[in-house]
């Protein structure tokens, strides 16, 4: 059999993952910067600070930035820009009909439609198609540290999640030191690994977060079966799977959530705050204001 050109290969691979890929978030050269002002799909980017621009905390790096290399032919053939996500002392978000969240610093971009644009916040459609009852679905994900913006470990950082609408995670990607009150020693000792946890905060799995790599994630969801399974590779190396088939029961049946990723910053306690204040992570608590950010990329959702 003749060999395949690369070029060749490319494609047929291409084509082998586009059957099953039910969300895209790999941003395309042909996105700017100015589109995530605007939330142009496959993001959206209203979970930010609210006196500043979408594009104040996220940059698209076009070719300054090479990508994992896990989904861009070992780089070779990037087809993908790098993802930087910052937050800074600006970064209080106010939802809708509620308080600002004084004490949170945050950035997020969530998964919706490609095309959706105009702002528009609804992602329930995606939602469904992602977790309903009878899908399984695995959530790809690449992340690399800043370099010249390092996270403060003395904080947990909550980067990766999918929330419904009780405020919980169906899972979570966490850097940093679990939040507490009271608060102990800081930095914790595994402050600078990445813990993957589960609905009720169990830990699936734990790897240090070296800098210079990209770590690669994926995260199996069974929605009917309330199970998950962790994935993880570094570079372009293939990703394996790190746990077995883990239960997951106290994640609500049915219950649809938002595909987060990004840089949600937790407070420390503050000791001159009333107890109810220094049990409110939300709204109050100590941060120290500094620019921090995480850099992304091959954030993608396929159904198994």
């Known amino acids: 059999m003749a060999k395949l050109s690369l070029f060749k290969f490319l494609l047929l691979l291409s084509g082998a993952m586009a059957k099953?890929?039910?969300?895209?978030?790999?941003?395309?050269?042909?996105?700017?910067?100015?589109?995530?002002d605007t939330s142009v799909g496959p993001f959206l980017t209203a979970v930010k600070g609210q006196n500043e621009s979408a594009s104040h905390y996220s940059t698209l790096l076009g070719?300054?930035?090479?990508?994992?290399?896990?989904?861009?032919?070992?780089l070779l053939i990037p087809t993908e820009q790098v993802i930087s996500i910052r937050i800074d002392n600006t970064s209080v978000f106010v939802p809708g009909g509620g308080p600002p969240q004084f004490g949170f610093r945050r950035t997020e971009f969530i998964a919706q439609p490609t095309g959706n644009g105009s702002g528009s916040t609804n992602t329930t459609a995606l939602d469904a198609?992602?977790?309903?009852?009878?899908?399984?679905?695995t959530f790809?994900?690449?992340?690399?540290?800043?370099?010249?913006?390092?996270?403060?470990?003395?904080?947990?950082?909550?980067?990766?999640?999918?929330?419904?609408?009780?405020?919980?995670?169906?899972?979570?990607?966490?850097?940093?030191?679990?939040?507490?009150?009271?608060?102990?020693?800081?930095?914790?000792?595994?402050?600078?690994?990445?813990?993957?946890?589960?609905?009720?905060?169990?830990?699936?799995?734990?790897?240090?977060?070296?800098?210079?790599?990209?770590?690669?994630?994926?995260?199996?969801?069974?929605?009917?079966?309330?199970?998950?399974?962790?994935?993880?590779?570094?570079?372009?190396?293939?990703?394996?799977?790190v746990t077995e088939t883990m239960p997951n029961p106290t994640a609500t049946l049915g219950a649809l959530g938002d595909f987060h990723f990004g840089v949600l910053k937790?407070?420390?306690?503050?000791?001159?705050?009333?107890p109810a204040d220094q049990s409110d992570v939300v709204h109050h608590g100590i941060q120290e204001g500094t620019e921090e950010g995480l850099f992304y990329s091959g954030v993608f959702v396929e159904s198994e």
């Open 266 to 274: 937790l407070p420390l306690v503050n000791p001159n705050d009333t």
């Open 140 to 241: 790809r994900f690449s992340i690399k540290a800043d370099v010249e913006r390092p996270l403060n470990y003395t904080h947990e950082y909550q980067i990766v999640f999918i929330e419904p609408s009780d405020g919980t995670h169906v899972f979570e990607v966490q850097l940093g030191s679990p939040f507490t009150d009271p608060t102990g020693p800081l930095p914790t000792p595994d402050a600078h690994s990445f813990k993957i946890r589960d609905h009720a905060l169990n830990v699936l799995f734990e790897t240090l977060f070296t800098p210079l790599l990209w770590h690669n994630f994926g995260v199996t969801v069974d929605w009917a079966n309330r199970t998950l399974r962790v994935l993880y590779s570094t570079d372009g190396l293939p990703l394996k799977a």
């Open 129 to 137: 198609v992602m977790e309903s009852p009878g899908v399984v679905s």
């Open 20 to 36: 099953s890929v039910i969300y895209d978030g790999r941003a395309p050269f042909s996105m700017k910067t100015s589109d995530l």
């Open 63 to 74: 070719h300054t930035s090479l990508p994992t290399p896990l989904y861009n032919a070992h």
